[in-house]
Every structure is written in C-alpha cells, then in structure tokens.
C-alpha cells in the first residue's frame, strides 16, 4: 500500500541554519503531496502542497519540489528561526488508490536553537 | 471563521468507562475524519465521512470504537469500553471535496488518558 518515509528526529539548528527535512513516498497512482506543521497542543495545519511532479509548494520560507523520479519531496528552509520549531509531517493522498485518506508520515521534531 | 471545534480537551477516565468525542466541523465542508495520535503509531486514519455518510471505517481499532455523524455540524467518536491503550490525542478534521484538491483542517485534539 502507500506509505510516506521520512527521516527520523529530532533535528536540533541553530538560529539562521539550512535546513532538510527528508521525505519519500511510495504510491503506485499519482498522489497529491502535503507537508503539515504541528506546533506544541495544537492541530496539525498545512505549511504546503504540490498536486503533481515537478511542482514546487511553497510557504513562509519553506519550499518542497514533488520529485516522481526519486519518489521524494524533501523539505528545505534557507534560514531557521527559533519560531519554527515544531514537528513536521510528509503526507499524500492519492484518489486512485487510497479515496479520501491522507497518509501521514512520523514526523520530524525540530529544534532550533537561539 | 471558526475552525475545528473539538471537544473535551483533556479527558481522565478510568477503565472501562464509556467515553464521547466531539467535533464540529468548518462550515461547508463535506468531509470529515477522525484520526488517533500516539508516539508509538503516530498519525492513524480511524473513519471519514462524506456528506454525513461514513465511507471507510477500516481504521477503526475493534468493535469497542464507534463514530456518527447525525448531521453536517456535528460528529462524534464514542469509545465503549475504554481500556488504557486507548489513551491518544484524538483529531477530527475536514475538507472541502476531499484531501486530493484540497487540505485537512484540524481541531487543536482530544487527549485522553484511561487509567
């Protein structure tokens, strides 16, 4: 079945780093592909999405690029803040194979460090 | 606009009590789910609904779990026997025309802890 892969935290930055946050997929359709953001005792929200290959999502400094060759969709940010510290789900849906169901990956806690 | 309502947020109950979620969902939205979060499984699909109408409960753990929607603003998610491994942060989202074109909106959960 499908399933999202990510790469295992936590990951600790100091303030203004790079950062990349790992992600790859396996779908035997062409799912539709999510990060979300889940800050401390709150719900998870949408930080971006990309619907098809090549695509780029981006979103307050944050940008992910749907790669179909490599099956990826890594997360990148040029510059960290100790504001975006938080967890960090991969995500897809695909209608061919899965109907409505969004499938979430674990995780990547990240911390950033004044 | 409001987002997701959910409601207790915080919910301690013994073993074998009946337990009751709830959520309202954004006005509008025809979908609705029902996920579990846990460390050890992360985030797990439990039943969504269209249009009031439960499409795929294949998530849900065992018979003890049961979730309905009697109309458009309201669903609830009842746990009946609750035991201790049903302790979780419980999220409803919803959608517009399903995840595919459009994104999940989640409530802030429902932690519950089963003694």
């Known amino acids: 079945g499908d399933s999202v892969t990510q790469m295992e935290g936590p990951v600790t930055l100091s303030e203004e780093a790079f950062l990349t946050i790992n992600c790859t997929y396996t779908a035997t359709g062409y799912p539709s592909l999510f990060w979300y953001v889940q800050y401390p005792g709150e719900g998870l929200q949408l930080l971006l999405k990309a619907t098809k290959a090549d695509d780029k999502g981006s979103n307050k400094g944050f940008e992910a690029t749907y790669r179909k060759e490599t099956t990826s969709f890594h997360l990148e940010k040029g510059s960290v803040q100790v ?4 967890v960090y789900f991969c995500a897809l849906s695909d209608l061919n194979t899965g109907g409505f169901k969004t499938i979430f990956g674990a995780g990547t806690r990240l911390f950033v460090k004044a | 606009d409001a987002g997701v309502i959910q409601s207790p947020r915080h919910e301690v109950t013994e073993m074998g009590q009946e337990v009751t979620l709830r959520c309202k969902p954004i006005s509008g939205h025809d979908y609705l789910f029902w996920y579990r979060q846990t460390m050890m499984r992360g985030l797990e699909l439990l039943i969504y609904f269209n249009n009031n109408v439960p499409i795929d ?7 003890r779990f049961s979730a309905k929607m009697p109309n458009a603003s309201f669903s609830t998610l009842k ?3 609750s035991e201790p491994r049903d302790s979780a942060v419980y999220f409803c989202a919803s959608s517009l025309r399903g995840p595919n074109t459009g ?3 989640f409530g802030e959960g ?3 802890t089963v003694l």
């Open chain 2, 79 to 81: 746990i009946q026997p």
């Open chain 2, 103 to 105: 994104e999940l909106f």
């Open chain 1, 83 to 86: 504001s975006d510290s938080a």
């Open chain 2, 57 to 63: 409960d294949s998530g849900m753990p065992e018979d």
């Open chain 2, 110 to 112: 429902s932690r519950l």
